[in-house]
């Protein structure tokens, strides 16, 4: 083989080999930008679903505060209920103290 074509044979050879390289480069560098967008998926994804969770804890527990609230209210109704019964019941007999004491000055004056 005469040099000349040897030489252009080295040549197309190393000119393959550039190709083949700078292809290899670009698919390496598609493959890492699908990495980081499919990581970047991976990160959105995650944080969605902890915010999902957050919002479902974070009702879940405003449910049992309400729930709570209810029955603290609901007990505080019953006692109302039973102070005034109580009071109600104790009326006359107050009533009836006091027009003694009241009846007892009024006697100690004259």
Do not use: C, N, S, Y
């Not at 969605?48 to 007990?75: F, M, N, P, T, Y």
């Amino acid at each position: 083989m005469a040099r000349p074509e040897v030489l252009d044979r080295i040549k197309e050879a190393e000119r393959e080999a550039d190709e083949i390289v700078a292809e290899a480069e670009e698919e390496r560098e598609e493959r890492i930008a699908e990495a980081r967008e499919e990581a970047e998926r991976t990160r959105e994804d995650a944080r969605q679903e902890a915010q999902e969770l957050k919002d479902e804890r974070l009702e879940e527990a405003r449910e049992g505060i309400e729930a709570e609230r209810e029955a603290i209210l609901a007990e505080g109704v019953e006692e109302r209920e039973a102070l005034e019964a109580r009071a109600d019941a104790q009326r006359d007999e107050v009533v009836e103290h006091a027009v003694e004491l009241f009846t007892e000055a009024v006697d100690a004056q004259t």
